[in-house]
């Protein structure tokens, strides 16, 4: 059969595996792309490429090798101004060269939102050194939020009290980010009610949203995420309606993961993914069409039906607690036998081949046909604990 489409995966998470998946349901032929061997996508894809997205000549190899129809960014990471060079030569960047460019730098997309669109969003202020970094916690005020302006996964984040931790809040910063660029984003701590992900479809037909999707997080990383979270009509038109601008601006058509804060009616810009979210992983049991189906249709160009709910639903990560490339998964059986005859579980591992202390092995997935996200998150946090990980010790 000729592929629907050659799809060049830049970055082999667990994020890149689902897509993958979606994607080859759909005919495409899909070449999964990482830093490391037997990474999650790599398992499920077509063909796969080892190297650093931060690997300039590296990475433009691949694109003249593999001259794919698409080239679809799963890590922000990457050394965008190739892909740029190549979408000038015809090439198409999902979603566009220029959205990878904005969204790899926290400060690019915030200025991006808050000064080009007038979004409101949180005081911030940048610093490339610790002592502008001191003078930027002096105007921002505590408590604040420190973070590097490229990084994932909330890795170098950090919510700063006592002005004394100024410079452990730095390092920490500093040892999370990705790629070569120092700074960090010094932003005033937002005393929100809660926060949400808006999955935004930008399609060739318009922009299509998902329900709502909560989430809470401990060190800057998702822990849970439920669907759908139940905001005013006011606050909910206000997220879709921040959140079509800012897609528009960027443009190309996939999915979006954007993040805001609510407090009240009020809601807050946050940051932006031109992919998959994490958060989005509940997705996979609550709708009729997972974030992956959507972002791999959006991108080819397929019709999206009307986005529908079964129900409320909710998703618990399953970590690892130390360093090892040697270990089993265990516990499959209990996390699957649900409570009762109205709950349905399911549970996702990600074929991670290392494990380090909080990293992500696998999600655990409750739909509650009957009942609230609160019993949905309650049953997945139930699932996700009886899934261990041994060590053989």
């Not at 993961?257 to 932006?272: K, P, Y």
């Amino acid at each position: 059969m000729t592929p629907t489409a050659k799809i060049l995966l830049l970055g082999s998470g667990e994020l890149g595996r689902e897509f993958t998946i979606s994607a080859k349901r759909l005919g495409a032929h899909v070449i999964a792309c990482d830093s490391y061997a037997n990474a999650p996508a790599m398992q499920v894809a077509d063909e796969a490429e080892v190297f650093s997205m931060l690997d300039g000549a590296a990475l433009g190899v691949a694109l003249e090798k593999h001259k794919p129809d698409f080239i679809v960014p799963e890590v922000e990471a990457i050394r965008t101004e190739v892909l740029k060079d190549f979408e000038d030569r015809g090439f198409n960047i999902v979603p566009s060269a220029r959205a990878t460019q904005m969204t790899m730098n926290r400060d690019r997309i915030r200025e991006v939102a808050a000064v080009e669109l007038g979004l409101p969003t949180s005081k911030y202020l940048y610093a490339e050194t610790l002592e502008q970094m001191r003078a930027a916690v002096a105007l921002v005020g505590l408590p604040c939020v420190v973070k590097p302006v490229m990084s994932s996964s909330g890795k170098g984040q950090s919510t700063l009290r006592p002005e004394s931790d100024i410079e452990k809040a730095w390092d920490y910063a500093v040892a999370g980010m990705r790629g070569d660029r120092v700074c960090v984003i010094v932003e005033a701590f937002v005393a929100f009610d809660y926060e949400i992900t808006l999955l935004t479809v930008r399609t060739r037909e318009g922009v299509v949203f998902c329900e709502p999707v909560g989430h809470r997080q401990e060190r800057g990383d998702y822990q849970e995420s439920w669907q759908p979270t139940v905001m005013s009509a006011k606050a909910l038109k206000a997220a879709q309606d921040m959140a079509r601008k800012v897609v528009d601006n960027l443009g190309g058509y996939g999915l979006f993961g954007v993040e805001f804060f609510v407090v009240g009616d009020e809601v807050i810009f946050s940051e932006l993914s031109p992919r998959p979210h994490d958060t989005g992983m509940v997705t996979l049991i609550s709708q009729n069409l997972s974030e992956f189906d959507l972002h791999a249709r959006a991108i080819l160009g397929l019709p999206i039906p009307t986005i529908t709910q079964h129900g409320a639903s909710a998703s618990a990560v399953i970590l690892a607690d130390r360093l090892a490339d040697k270990f089993r998964i265990t516990g499959l059986k209990d996390a699957l036998t649900p409570q009762d005859s109205d709950t349905e579980i399911d549970v996702r591992l990600f074929g991670k081949p290392t494990t380090r202390p909080y990293r992500r092995m696998g999600v655990a997935l409750a739909l509650v046909r009957n009942g609230d996200t609160d019993a949905a998150r309650k049953a997945a946090r139930a699932a996700a604990s009886c899934v261990k990980i041994d060590y053989g010790n």
